[in-house]
């Protein structure tokens, strides 16, 4: 599995802590920026990594600012982006298990960097089901984008 992630500063130290772990998880990762914990626009990154995982060149992305809320907001712009901003580990879960979310946002001065990998982790680690009513969802959901 190929994960994109990018932070803006608010995101840069807990972005920096997952990449840590996914190292430990052994998990391929590309640093789409923020390079420091200098200012810089969050649009700018969460276009980079929804394209990266739209393009299929990353199979996954993680967004982290502030909030994780611009994050979300820009990503899910972007057609065949489906961004998720995710307290918990039960919605990482059914964000996949139900509408097969391709990106995670999350809060960096809003989540505590242990449970952001309890996040992390049940978000990679859970496959979309099956079910055709899900399936038939997030078509709909994908068809909205390419009117």
Do not use: W
Request: glycine share 8%; net charge positive.
């Amino acid at each position: 599995m190929k994960v994109a992630i990018g932070s803006d500063h608010a995101g840069y130290d807990l972005k920096e802590e997952i990449k840590k772990f996914f190292e430990k998880l052994h998990i391929q990762s590309t640093d789409y920026g923020a390079n420091s914990p200098q200012s810089v626009d969050y649009p700018d990154i969460a276009v980079k990594v929804g394209r990266a995982v739209s393009q299929s060149k990353e199979d996954k992305g993680i967004l982290i600012c502030g909030t994780g809320l611009g994050m979300s907001i820009v990503a899910n712009k972007i057609p065949g982006i489906r961004a998720v901003l995710c307290t918990s580990e039960e919605l990482a879960r059914m964000s996949r298990r139900h509408n097969d979310a391709n990106i995670l946002t999350l809060g960096g001065r809003t989540t505590k960097k242990t449970l952001a990998k309890k996040i992390v982790k049940a978000f990679l680690e859970t496959e979309p089901d099956s079910d055709e009513r899900h399936k038939t969802r997030i078509k709909k959901i994908h068809d909205l984008t390419n009117r």
